[in-house]
Every structure is written in C-alpha cells, then in structure tokens.
C-alpha cells in the first residue's frame, strides 16, 4: 500500500502560512514521539535505547518524555541494569 501524496508545503514567501505548517508539523511530531516511547517502554525498551534513538541523553529523554500518562514514576535505567 501506498500513501496518498503530501500536499505541498508553504512557499516561505507567506509567513504566515509557513509557521501554520511549522507548528503543525512540529505538533505532529510530538504526538508520534509519544506514542513511540510509550509503545517503547511497553516493549521493555531502556530510557538509555529511547535516548539513544531520538539522539539525546538518557536523562533529556527521561526529563522530556516521562510525563506521559502511567510513565511518571518510572526513573531512568542505570547503565548497571541495562543489557
């Protein structure tokens, strides 16, 4: 299956349209990095291997990310308790 083709993005001649794609664009992307860490930590993924993919450290992912809804309490691993 194919996806349907992106629309075009704004011309950055209309700032106005552009920085309504840019804070879409960048609400998007929050809510797909929730939904991956969260899916993540279910699947018994480290704060350590999460950082690692986002490409930030263990404790800004942890700062950033552990709010999610059931994550709150959960600290970041140790390097002692990873694989």
Do not use: Y
Request: charged share 15%; no cysteine; hydrophobic share 40%.
């Amino acid at each position: 299956m194919s996806s349907p083709p992106s629309p075009p993005l704004p011309s950055h001649d209309d700032p106005e349209a552009a920085l309504a794609a840019v804070v879409a664009l960048r609400l998007m992307a929050d809510r797909l990095e929730a939904a991956a860490v969260t899916s993540a930590l279910e699947q018994g993924w480290s704060w350590t291997q999460i950082a690692q993919a986002l490409g930030v450290s263990k404790q800004a992912a942890h700062k950033r990310l552990s709010g999610l809804s059931g994550l709150a309490g959960r600290p970041p691993s140790s390097s002692a308790q990873e694989p």
